[in-house]
């Protein structure tokens, strides 16, 4: 069967595949054209085998709420580049709504659910994307909020997605408090979220820390026990402001700590806001990321 210009238009934007491969794939196909898209799929599956072993430690950081569900999620890809693409950016959006959707309990859970809108599982569609992209690219993790009200926050084109959990009271609209306190995550990436949450353990060595600098310090050393006692337990609220988000000083008003800026502009709007917590996603955090050598590459190249 034959095929024109125009077929092989058309299978480009079915697809997204380069036009010389979808030219291979109906001249493979005898100008069928599910024939054609078969064919591609089979070879973007090989693709996809290929590449699954190269390291995605860039990509998009996603945070949104949607039909009431808070979803932030993390998909990988080789290069920086790759998140101004609009099909990986649509890819991340589609596999935020599954999560809504779905509700799934694990990654693994996540990867079988079929992919909002269509027929095929989050993995195919991953493998598709790889195919139409060219790198190897990763759903890396993902978490949902189903109670209290979400707030999401993306921080320089997905670099950092930020989601935010709070209680509200009296039907007040938190979402400029909710995100302003996202912000301060994404900035600051607390230890913490609260005080309370510091384990005695953390404590126990923050404190063997401070007595020994005192014991090195010819001022501090000469001092009684219950004095340098004393003098430990300010330094701890230090700590506190620094490394737990409630007790920070608020980026935007230094005069008041987080958890005061939250009562604060929640009673301003007649009523009360609680933080409930909050996750933070880094793309490629933790990933090491391969060093590229462009010098070595290009020399390898015109040998």
């Known amino acids: 069967m034959a095929f024109t210009a125009g077929d092989v238009k058309q299978l480009r934007e079915m697809t997204g595949v380069g036009m010389m491969d979808c030219k291979k794939a109906l001249t493979a196909s005898d100008g069928d054209m599910d024939k054609a898209v078969e064919w591609l799929r089979e070879k973007g599956l090989a693709a996809a085998q290929k590449k699954a072993g190269r390291i995605a430690a860039e990509g998009m950081a996603y945070a949104a709420v949607i039909n009431g569900i808070g979803v932030v999620v993390e998909v990988n890809a080789e290069t920086d580049f790759v998140a101004k693409n609009d099909k990986f950016v649509e890819f991340?959006?589609?596999?935020?709504?599954?999560?809504?959707?779905?509700?799934?309990?694990?990654?693994?859970?996540?990867?079988?659910?079929?992919?909002?809108?269509?027929?095929?599982?989050?993995?195919?569609?991953?493998?598709?994307?790889?195919?139409?992209?060219?790198?190897?690219?990763?759903?890396?993790r993902f978490f949902i909020f189903t109670d209290g009200v979400s707030v999401p926050y993306i921080h320089a084109n997905g670099k950092i997605g930020v989601l935010v959990n709070l209680t509200v009271s009296d039907g007040i609209d938190a979402t400029a408090i909710g995100k302003d306190v996202a912000m301060q995550i994404a900035a600051l990436n607390p230890r913490f979220w609260d005080k309370s949450q510091v384990t005695q353990d953390v404590l126990d060595e923050e404190k063997k820390i401070m007595l020994a600098q005192m014991e090195?310090?010819?001022k501090m050393a000469g001092k009684p026990d219950q004095v340098r006692e004393k003098i430990v337990m300010g330094?701890?609220?230090?700590?506190?402001?620094?490394?737990?988000?409630?007790?920070?000083?608020?980026?935007?008003?230094?005069?008041?700590?987080?958890?005061?800026?939250?009562?604060?502009?929640?009673?301003?709007?007649?009523?009360?806001?609680?933080?409930?917590?909050?996750?933070?996603?880094?793309?490629?955090?933790?990933?090491e990321k391969k060093q590229e050598n462009f010098a070595e590459e290009i020399a390898s190249m015109v040998k």
């Open 92 to 140: 991340v959006k589609g596999v935020a709504e599954t999560i809504a959707d779905n509700k799934p309990a694990d990654l693994d859970g996540l990867m079988a659910c079929k992919y909002h809108g269509g027929d095929r599982t989050v993995t195919e569609q991953q493998q598709e994307m790889v195919l139409v992209i060219g790198e190897n690219i990763r759903v890396r």
């Open 216 to 218: 090195n310090d010819p």
């Open 235 to 287: 330094k701890l609220n230090k700590f506190y402001a620094e490394n737990c988000l409630l007790q920070q000083e608020f980026v935007k008003d230094n005069t008041l700590s987080v958890e005061k800026y939250i009562a604060s502009a929640a009673k301003a709007l007649g009523g009360s806001v609680t933080f409930n917590s909050a996750v933070r996603f880094e793309k490629g955090e933790g990933i």
